[in-house]
């Protein structure tokens, strides 16, 4: 199985920054599709970016130019910079990741994943 651990939501003002991180904790050898959405209280949960394992990254309409999505795979982890923050960005972030995965040199599979969350609050 793969567990993730996100981390480094909080609260800012309008036009800061801050960087969250998702690490996936797992015995099994992977390569990782990651993904970030998030959902504000009343919403439903929606996209915001996703990382390949090539590198290719797409990013929601409402967050393009001010995050950026990137990963560290010897570090099993993904972190999204957001600047430019805004009080619509106010929502709990979610990180969701696809694990392609082999155990113990055997084929495991493919499984989905999603962290517990993490607060992000921007106040104006």
């Known amino acids: 199985q793969v567990q993730l651990l996100e981390s480094g939501g909080g609260s800012v003002q309008a036009g800061g920054s801050l960087r969250l991180s998702c690490s996936a904790s797992?015995?099994?050898?992977?390569?990782?599709?990651w993904s970030w959405y998030r959902q504000a209280p009343g919403e439903e949960r929606e996209f915001v970016s996703s990382i390949d394992g090539d590198g290719a990254s797409k990013y929601a309409d409402s967050v393009k130019g001010r995050f950026t999505i990137s990963q560290d795979n010897a570090k099993n982890t993904m972190y999204l910079q957001m600047t430019s923050l805004k009080p619509e960005d106010t929502a709990m972030y979610y990180c969701?990741?696809?694990?392609?995965?082999?155990?113990?040199?055997?084929?495991w599979g493919q499984g989905s994943f999603w962290g517990q969350g993490t607060q992000v609050t921007v106040s104006s």
């Open positions: 797992t015995r099994m050898d992977c390569t990782f599709k």
């Open positions: 969701d990741t696809l694990a392609l995965c082999s155990l113990r040199g055997e084929p």
